[in-house]
């Protein structure tokens, strides 16, 4: 270890992984699992398959085991991928794996199948050394991701005797920034109500919920969110939907329906969320008949939450890459929610992005920087060779 990466083998894995179809919830989950498991087998890397309740394949788990005590780190990348949209939009077709001026082209090289050979390459060669380790290193393959489910890592974190560990690496590619949190988020459905009449009608005009739910999205819109100065990313409030009639001509809707998105910090919460939008809505009902009073429908998401610079996760990985790279990375919050934010939910602290150079992530012509792979391996790699030395304190 710490010597020559093998950037030959970790492309023919990435290679043999894209030319799986494993699209969350299109393509079967065997063929990609199938395709991972004989790599391991053949590099003596004993692996566990976490199966749902009806015996559908969740995700792989690779567990090695250091000669002494000492902390619990996971290796976490997805095996599915999103679907290939317009294929006519493609230079190369989304399952060749062509390779193009050091670019490797297909649908999951860079989310995340890149990590998963890289991730793959080093549980291998940390197998084969732990007698020079201290504690545990876990690799989970998650096949239910792009799914929104998260259906492999629930398996593992999840279980009755699932053991909480000390850190988290999420795969996420990017080579620019360290990403050490994220924000949360909560949804809402709202439902605004009117009084129905003909459209046509000159004495009985009704009271038109669309108008009301208009008004209501553009206060709503409007709204002023607290600023939370020891965070990256503001707090933000999206109407993402507003539906209201029959579709017809004839009818003045009695009823609107309003979707909000909610993105939180640790200073703007759920509850504070909530409170917020519960005084909007109220501040608009006031103007009419308690009985039409606006219904909120809350949808549970995830809190907002960053890794402190100091955890040893975060300071090992930062120190690492920037001996990798030659340049110190900054350690940066996600806009989007991710796995990172479940996990934080549970307690266990999560990095949710570093890895290879890419483009094209969920669109056409998704790709891989190849010459990325190399540097991202060895970051990793000295990153767990500092978290596992023998008499390494815990976080």
């Given at each position: 270890m710490?010597?020559?990466v093998?950037?030959a083998?970790?492309?023919?894995?990435l290679?043999a992984?894209?030319?799986?179809?494993?699209?969350?919830g299109i393509?079967?989950r065997a063929?990609?699992?199938?395709?991972?498991e004989?790599?391991?087998?053949?590099?003596?890397v004993?692996?566990?398959?976490?199966?749902?309740?009806?015996?559908?394949?969740?995700a792989?788990?690779?567990?090695?085991r250091g000669?002494s005590?000492?902390?619990?780190?996971?290796?976490?990348a997805?095996?599915?991928?999103?679907?290939?949209g317009?294929?006519?939009?493609?230079?190369?077709?989304?399952l060749?794996?062509?390779?193009?001026?050091?670019?490797?082209?297909?649908?999951?090289s860079?989310d995340s199948?890149?990590?998963?050979?890289i991730?793959a390459h080093?549980?291998a060669?940390?197998?084969?050394?732990t007698?020079?380790?201290?504690?545990t290193l876990?690799v989970?393959?998650?096949l239910d991701?792009?799914?929104?489910?998260f259906?492999?890592a629930?398996?593992?974190?999840?279980a009755?005797?699932?053991?909480?560990p000390?850190?988290?690496?999420?795969?996420?590619?990017?080579l620019?920034?360290?990403?050490?949190?994220?924000?949360g988020?909560?949804?809402?459905r709202?439902?605004?109500?009117g009084?129905a009449?003909?459209?046509?009608?000159?004495?009985t005009?009704?009271?038109?919920?669309a108008?009301?739910?208009?008004?209501?999205?553009?206060?709503?819109n409007?709204?002023?969110?607290?600023?939370?100065?020891?965070?990256d990313?503001p707090?933000?409030l999206?109407?993402?939907g507003i539906?209201?009639?029959?579709g017809?001509?004839?009818?003045?809707?009695?009823?609107?329906e309003?979707?909000?998105?909610?993105?939180?910090?640790p200073g703007?919460?759920?509850?504070?969320a909530?409170r917020l939008?519960?005084?909007i809505?109220c501040?608009q009902?006031?103007?009419h008949?308690p009985?039409?009073?606006?219904?909120?429908?809350?949808?549970?998401?995830?809190?907002?939450?960053?890794?402190p610079?100091?955890?040893?996760?975060?300071?090992?990985?930062?120190?690492?890459?920037?001996?990798?790279?030659?340049?110190?990375l900054?350690?940066?919050?996600?806009?989007?929610?991710?796995?990172g934010?479940?996990?934080?939910?549970?307690?266990?602290?999560?990095?949710?992005?570093?890895?290879?150079?890419?483009?094209?992530?969920?669109?056409?012509?998704?790709?891989?920087?190849?010459?990325?792979?190399?540097?991202?391996?060895?970051?990793?790699?000295?990153a767990?060779?500092?978290?596992?030395?023998?008499?390494?304190?815990?976080?």
């Open positions: 710490t010597g020559a093998d950037t083998s970790i492309v023919e894995l290679t992984l894209v030319r799986v179809p494993s699209r969350g393509d079967t063929p990609v699992l199938e395709c991972i004989a790599w391991f087998s053949a590099h003596h004993h692996t566990r398959r976490l199966v749902s309740a009806d015996g559908a394949p969740l792989l788990h690779i567990e090695i000669a005590a000492g902390p619990h780190y996971v290796l976490n997805s095996l599915d991928t999103a679907s290939f317009d294929e006519s939009m493609w230079a190369y077709p989304p060749a794996a062509h390779i193009e001026n050091g670019w490797l082209y297909g649908r999951g860079a199948k890149a990590a998963v050979a991730f080093l549980a060669a940390f197998a084969q050394r007698d020079t380790l201290a504690g876990c989970l393959f998650d991701e792009h799914t929104g489910r259906g492999g629930r398996a593992f974190f999840d009755p005797d699932a053991v909480k000390d850190g988290v690496f999420i795969g996420y590619p990017g620019d920034r360290i990403i050490v949190g994220a924000r988020f909560i949804r809402a709202l439902v605004v109500r009084i009449a003909h459209s046509g009608a000159s004495s005009r009704g009271l038109n919920a108008i009301r739910g208009a008004r209501l999205a553009a206060a709503l409007a709204a002023t969110l607290p600023v939370d100065r020891a965070f990313r707090a933000q999206t109407v993402t539906r209201a009639g029959d017809t001509f004839t009818s003045v809707p009695d009823r609107c309003l979707t909000l998105d909610c993105r939180l910090t703007f919460d759920a509850v504070e909530r939008i519960e005084g809505v501040d009902d006031a103007q008949d009985s039409l009073a606006t219904s909120i429908e809350w949808i549970d998401g995830w809190p907002a939450y960053r890794v610079e100091s955890h040893p996760m975060a300071h090992a990985l930062y120190h690492a890459a920037r001996n990798a790279l030659g340049a110190a900054p350690l940066a919050v996600a806009g989007p929610s991710n796995i934010n479940y996990l934080a939910s549970l307690g266990v602290p999560a990095l949710c992005g570093f890895g290879v150079r890419c483009e094209g992530i969920h669109a056409a012509n998704e790709r891989v920087e190849l010459a990325s792979i190399a540097p991202v391996y060895r970051a990793y790699e000295h767990l060779l500092t978290l596992l030395a023998p008499d390494k304190p815990r976080a």
